[in-house]
């Protein structure tokens, strides 16, 4: 709207004069449209956010556990389930608090002031008083304060970066446009957010507030919400199943028991003792610790994750959806080519670094080649950038583009300060969107014989085309030569063999003026830009582009290779986001690019239907990105998005895993998303990936551990009441094991480092949930061969007569060593412990070690062995219970063995993999 109308018709619909509104009708319009800012939707309140951490059912069923327990007498096990509870519980809370920060930082970003011209008077007023109508003034470094359609220009660019993903400065202009313009090619408009990069202008504000580009954005972070990680859902999942099974063993077992003559009170105490055994009520804890340890490790690896459950996102994700500028790339504008005396000659080096030198083939060019020289030198005098170090950090000062001609020069020993110094401006005709070009006259003396230069020179710079019309002569084989039509199609040539390689084109020619006209003639306006910028000589091109991130590459590879698709989703034009794309392995033979046009025209049926065969969005704006990843989620895959702008994060906030970038990425996008990259290295999703399937499988692993174990102690009681009519495990013994075993060993399981080759399976399939038929296998199987070890101790103990204390030590102390063998079984459910190496994870030998420590103290401490109805235990019987024990750790070494995941095998893969 108003970018498709004339100045003149923008001022009669908004009724405003160049005076600017009244401060009378600013007033009536500010009730009536409301404050510039942007509203919140309604918050959460702390004590909401708290208590929604605790409505998981198995963390509900846990609170219900420890009252009972409690009211039972078994306080320190409520204690112990309360602590566990509420430490889950105030991490999740703590990471959560944070999440919906994005509306109060987009505020942040606004301007605070605007400078406004009302009843003829320039003044700053706050920039939240600013209405419909209000003529605004901006120049270099403003911050943009709302909306608005540009009725003056002088050399405006602003850099949109933050909004649309375009990594040059945007020139503006007055000129109308046609109504069909997609908003990122709105020219003549100014958006709320962005900033001025270069030169001045006035605008007319045709939105405040909700209403504005950055307004849709803040509503679209309001409106979308996020779903569970396929980990919270997995937890939830577990918890019903096991919620479900606790409740029916626990009526069960009371039916049982008195059935078979035990006191009602005896049979209630049994089962609340058999629902916290079959409750892994460690689980939120230990989940909790795993996620942190993992989190610990991420960040060494530059990965920083907000959110915990998150983590394990990673895993699982098998789309990428990267934003180009600064993620895939360096935003940082480089020259990489030169053509000059008919000749390509390539500029190593990237960003902003001086560091970089000029080859052609594998020859070294200097700056004493004539050619070279001449060409540079109109770079640096017609240019009003420089760059310069700062915290170690090579920096820039004004337009990037020009920052890249200024510091490709100083690659060759050719420093603007010198330059400056030694040839001095004395005027210039600046540039403006409608010349495309930038002319300076500089005093030159000759250097040598062979440098044509001398006197007063004019250098232009400028669009290819511009440039090319201009030029009658080139400087060519050291001398300057007349331009024939023929070599003008030669070098148009050029021009686009350089465009389809996503280089952005600079041509540069000069022209002496010692015999045309003098400085005073220029400056008193006796010549027309027109007259002065004709019959010039053509210098040269420089192609320069944003350049990849060096890593990048065999990153996006090493996705790939993890099952892992990547897609670019830019701001950027077709051609420069399909040739970086295709520079990068994300753009293959088959693949296709949309731009934003093309997607709008499709609908949502065919646009799902050729989502997966698209790999590069160009030229799209925030809705198409959403767009992009709700098409893959309906599809049922995990997506992640990287981003660092304002742009990105309503993407950031829907993606199943959002990830920011730490250093140049908005506080906005950070707070949209689940992980920030602390390097803003995309190489570091790689790292992280692993970090993120290894966490999953370590989490997968320590529940399966615990699983066979709480089946084997709800066996043993079961099969023992029904065989024997005996209580083999006293309740308080149940809930000792229970901390013991449900302490350590789990969170030693959770820091094992990754299987070899892990980045070579394929994603895991968040259909198939945390526990799938395969762990309840594996649990019914140890479970039950831990039930067998202890009915073989039991019908042993009972033929001898030993007493019925003697016969529940020796269960009791079974079944701890049982599941400590079997803590070593789950560090890999694929391979073999000695393939993996003894003492490869020394934390759950720490574990292990401390465990049996504290099973030596209860059954020999005499005060232990009151409370716990324990008796010392003979050689003879150490042997039985560490003979039938280690039986848990050989078959399932030959489960592992036959199942073909052999040590040969596992070496043979490290090999690959290397």
């Not at 079959?278 to 996620?291: F, S, Y």
């Not at 401390?850 to 019987?877: C, D, G, N, W």
Request: charged residues 25%.
């Amino acid at each position: 709207m108003y970018y498709d109308q004339e100045v003149n018709s923008v001022f009669e619909e908004l009724e405003v004069s160049e005076a600017g509104l009244s401060s009378e009708k600013a007033s009536k319009r500010l009730k009536e449209y409301g404050e510039n800012e942007l509203k919140e939707n309604e918050k959460v309140s702390v004590l909401q956010l708290f208590i929604s951490q605790f409505k998981s059912i198995l963390i509900i069923i846990l609170i219900i556990a420890s009252i009972v327990s409690a009211l039972l007498g078994e306080l320190i096990d409520a204690i112990v389930i309360i602590f566990t509870v509420f430490l889950a519980g105030i991490l999740s809370f703590v990471q959560e608090y944070r999440a919906e920060k994005s509306i109060e930082l987009l505020r942040s970003l606004t301007s605070p002031e605007a400078t406004v011209i009302r009843d003829g008077v320039e003044k700053k007023i706050p920039s939240k008083k600013l209405v419909l109508g209000d003529l605004i003034l901006i120049q270099t470094g403003d911050r943009i304060p709302a909306d608005a359609r540009i009725i003056k220009g002088f050399n405006l660019k602003t850099d949109e970066s933050s909004l649309t993903g375009e990594s040059v400065p945007v020139q503006k202009s007055i000129e109308t446009l046609p109504s069909e313009t997609p908003e990122a090619d709105r020219t003549n408009m100014v958006y709320t957010g962005t900033a001025v990069a270069y030169g001045r202008g006035s605008a007319i504000v045709t939105a405040t507030g909700m209403n504005t580009a950055f307004g849709e954005l803040a509503g679209l972070l309001g409106t979308i919400e996020r779903s569970k990680t396929p980990l919270q859902e997995s937890l939830d999942k577990f918890g019903r199943w096991i919620g479900i099974a606790t409740l029916i063993i626990v009526a069960f077992v009371a039916m049982l028991g008195v059935f078979y003559g035990f006191p009602l009170l005896d049979m209630f105490l049994w089962g609340v003792a058999l629902a916290v055994a079959a409750i892994p009520e460690a689980l939120p804890a230990v989940v909790t610790v795993g996620l942190g340890l993992g989190v610990r490790r991420m960040v060494k690896r530059h990965a920083l994750v907000r959110k915990l459950p998150s983590v394990e996102t990673l895993g699982a994700t098998n789309v990428i959806c990267s934003d180009k500028t600064g993620t895939l790339t360096q935003n940082k504008m480089t020259v990489e080519r030169i053509c000059v005396n008919e000749q390509i000659l390539k500029v190593t080096g990237a960003g902003y670094s001086p560091e970089g030198e000029v080859f052609k083939g594998n020859k070294k060019v200097s700056a004493d080649d004539v050619h070279l020289h001449v060409l540079l030198l109109g770079a640096v005098l017609c240019n009003d950038a420089d760059f310069f170090k700062e915290n170690e950090k090579w920096e820039i000062k004004g337009d990037p583009t020009e920052a890249a001609l200024v510091v490709a020069a100083a690659k060759t020993g050719l420093l603007k300060v010198d330059l400056d110094q030694k040839y001095p401006r004395l005027g210039e005709i600046p540039f403006s969107s409608e010349r495309k070009r930038m002319t300076t006259f500089n005093k030159l003396e000759a250097d040598s014989g062979s440098f044509p230069l001398k006197g007063l020179v004019a250098f232009s710079k400028g669009a290819p085309e511009v440039i090319l019309s201009s030029c009658t002569k080139i400087f060519l084989d050291g001398e300057i030569r007349s331009l024939s039509p023929e070599m003008k199609q030669l070098i148009a040539g050029k021009v686009r063999e350089m465009a389809d390689q996503a280089l952005r084109v600079m041509a540069l020619s000069f022209r002496s003026l010692d015999e045309g006209p003098s400085l005073e003639n220029i400056s008193s306006g006796e010549f027309s830009s027109e007259e002065i910028e004709e019959d010039m000589v053509f210098l040269g091109l420089m192609g320069m582009r944003d350049p990849p991130r060096e890593e990048v590459k065999v990153a996006i590879q090493k996705c790939a290779d993890a099952g892992i698709k990547t897609v670019m989703i830019t701001g950027d034009h077709k051609i420069t986001a399909s040739a970086v794309a295709k520079e990068l392995g994300i753009l293959k033979e088959n693949d296709l690019t949309l731009t934003g046009s093309e997607l709008d025209s499709l609908g949502d049926a065919e646009f799902e239907g050729k989502v997966e065969r698209v790999s590069v969005y160009a030229r799209v704006y925030p809705t198409h990105k959403l767009r992009v990843i709700d098409a893959f989620k309906k599809k049922g895959y995990i997506v992640a998005m990287t981003g660092d702008g304002v742009n990105d994060a309503p993407a950031l906030k829907a993606a199943d895993m959002g990830i920011a970038m730490g250093i140049t990425g908005t506080d906005v996008s950070k707070e949209a998303s689940s992980m920030i990259l602390t390097d803003d290295n995309f190489a570091s999703i790689v790292a992280a990936v692993e970090e993120g399937r290894n966490i999953f499988k370590n989490i997968r692993n320590f529940i399966t551990y615990g699983l066979s174990a709480h089946i084997g102690e709800v066996l043993i009681v079961l099969i023992s009441i029904l065989g024997w009519q005996i209580l083999p495990l006293l309740a308080v013994q149940i809930l000792w094991i229970n901390l013991i075993t449900d302490g350590l060993p789990p969170m030693a399981l959770s820091v094992e480092p990754p299987d070899s080759g892990i980045m070579r399976q394929k994603p895991r399939n968040v259909e198939e949930g945390l526990i799938t038929r395969r762990e309840i296998a594996a649990g019914l199987g140890i479970g039950g061969l831990i039930a067998l070890q202890a009915l073989i101790i039991l019908a042993w103990a009972v033929d001898r007569g030993f007493p019925l204390e003697k016969l529940q030590t020796l269960i009791f102390t079974l079944v701890v060593f049982s599941e400590m063998f079997n803590a070593f079984n789950w560090r890999s459910d694929r391979y073999s412990i000695f393939s993996l190496g003894l003492f490869t994870n020394r934390s759950l030998v720490y574990a292990v070690l401390t465990t049996i420590i504290l099973q030596l103290v209860v059954i020999y401490v005499p005060f232990f062995q009151t409370a716990f109805r324990t008796v010392p235990l003979s050689f003879t019987e150490w042997g039985v219970v560490l003979a039938l024990a280690s039986t848990t750790f050989i078959s399932m070494e030959l489960v592992k063995y036959f199942s073909g995941k052999s040590s040969q095998e596992i070496i043979k893969e490290k090999t690959n993999f290397d």
